[in-house]
């Protein structure tokens, strides 16, 4: 069940980002509200997912999934250029989430 609301805290966070992109500078009504409303779900998911998660944990998990997700929407869907130093970027960032991770189990 912990796993279920990290990941949904994850989604939240990724889907007010991208909204953040649209705001055009928080200019744009509906974008602004689902940024922020966004990020609410988002933060309460990740308090209520560390009242069971080590912080180190679902921080790691919480922010390097995002990070990849955002970069992965970027390229994928708002165009942003797809370069070798991006993809081994995000290479990078998994693999520090699946270290802290292994780490975390000992």
Do not use: C
């Not at 909204?19 to 409303?37: E, H, I, N, Q």
């Not at 992965?72 to 520090?96: C, P, R, S």
């Amino acid at each position: 069940m912990v796993y279920l609301m990290l990941s949904s805290a994850i989604f939240a966070e990724v889907l007010a980002t991208t909204s953040m992109k649209y705001s055009d500078g928080f200019t744009r009504l509906w974008p602004s509200l689902g940024t922020a409303v966004g990020y609410l779900i988002a933060f309460y998911l990740l308090a209520q997912t560390l009242r069971t998660m080590s912080v180190g944990t679902a921080y790691a998990i919480w922010s390097g999934a995002g990070t990849a997700s955002v970069a992965v929407i970027g390229m994928v869907f708002i165009g942003e250029a797809v370069t070798a130093a991006k993809i081994a970027g995000l290479l990078l960032v998994i693999a520090g989430v699946v270290m802290l991770n292994l780490d975390g189990a000992h």
